[in-house]
């Protein structure tokens, strides 16, 4: 069987920078397809000084692939149609010749906004775009899917019902303003009009295009540590992220799969609440964030949120590889560590009293972890012209093998700055 089904996932807390991973590896690819998530990821892509951001559409849509949105996602279809509208301002044809949205990704409306928002948001330090409320419903049974939009009128009936009935919920349980049913089914119905051109049967498609020997890139959005099963729960998005996601959420089976690529940043980096155990504070955090505004610094795409910044955590990349069957990684952002006199690395967790290495299902609360930490020198030099691994001074390709050696996996590619050209393969 021909393995034509590539993987990219993140390996760490989401923000990884998968999506100049998955714009690299498009070029040789025929088609991209999200497999989870929604609107809560945020890619930037950097092409010629140009900056693309994407939410919802797979980054393949920058080398114009034929791009799909699968079952497992969630999918408001105003910021849908708003991606398709700012993609076309920059010069970048999105129709339904290369955006596919498959008819069984679930729909999020208002009301699943606003009980993230009323619900989890402060607690979870959600990002407020519904995705909890859309999968719960989904899970529940009730949700709406993508294929109600086939018959907008009564698409617009069944959003004004939903609206409703979460109303009375609202107002009674939340003492919440109730939301405005027939304006928010009349803009649905306005979407659905928009979008049915591109509602496919997207399961079916990859089937055939698998079978026919097309190369197939599924797309990653968060992180393996922010995996409904497998993350750091209950501080974890809906869905899954590991690679259990890539079937379910496609419809597809696991006969083509050839490589799992897991993203991992040069350090740690998490927004929201939760555990992180090799967490730096004050100076130090201050520094592997960047400055707001530069490419590449460390605030949210999607919520502009400061990223929580720390070491590079070991001992958690050997457990997403080991729930993902990684089997190479691609290393972002080296040049950030530039210039930094010493790098820790955290090699296994200190639990009890005694060193732990392997995280099992102790694993419900990470806080108790204590990392333990390799010093490693750094190099003073600004790596952000290399183009190959023999550019890099030798303390950074210490850095990268040292990565390579403690957890067992090849590190493919690695990045030293945003544009395309900054990130090379290294074997
Ligand atoms: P939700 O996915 O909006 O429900 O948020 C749940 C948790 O996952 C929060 O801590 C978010 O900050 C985090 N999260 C969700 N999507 C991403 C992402 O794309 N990158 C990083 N963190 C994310």
Known sequence: MTKNLDVILGAQWGDEGKGRVVDAASEEADVVARFGGGANAGHTIWVGGKKYVTHLIPSGIIRDKICMLGNGMVIDPRTLLQEIQEFASQG????????????????????????????????????????????????????????????????????????????????????????????????????????LPYIKDVSRLLYGYLRS????????????????????????????????????????????????????????????????????????????????????????????????????????????????????????KLDVLSSLKNIKICTAYELNGSSCSVISDGADDWGIFRPLYEDVVGWDTDVSQARSLRDLPGAARFYVGRIEQLVGVRVRSVSVGPEREQMFSIY
């Open 92 to 195: 970048l044809v999105v129709w339904p010749k290369n955006l596919l949205l498959s008819s069984g990704a679930h729909i999020i409306t208002p009301a699943h906004i606003l009980l993230d928002k009323i619900a989890s948001q402060g607690k979870l330090g959600t990002t407020g775009r519904g995705i909890g409320p859309a999968y719960e419903a989904k899970a529940r049974r009730v949700g709406l899917r993508v294929m109600l939009m086939k018959n907008p009128p009564a698409f617009r009936e069944a959003v004004r019902k939903h609206i409703s009935d979460c109303n009375e919920f609202f107002v009674r349980m939340h003492g919440v303003d109730a939301l405005d049913a027939d304006a928010i089914a009349q803009e649905y119905f306005e979407c659905a009009e928009h979008l």
């Open 213 to 332: 020997g097309f190369k197939v890139l599924a797309e990653g959005a968060q992180g393996a540590l922010i995996d409904v099963d497998h993350g750091t729960y209950p501080f974890v998005t809906s869905s899954t992220t590991t690679i259990g996601g890539v079937f379910s959420g496609l419809g597809i089976g696991a006969e083509h799969l050839g490589r799992v690529i897991g993203v991992v940043k040069a350090f740690q980096t998490r927004v929201g609440n939760g555990p992180m155990p090799t967490e730096l504070f004050g100076e130090q955090a201050a520094r592997l964030r960047g400055v707001k505004g530069d490419p590449g610094s460390e605030y949210g795409a999607t919520t502009g949120r400061d990223r929580r910044c720390g070491w590079l955590d070991l001992a958690a990349l050997q457990y997403a590889i080991r729930v993902n069957g990684i089997s190479e990684l691609a290393l972002t």
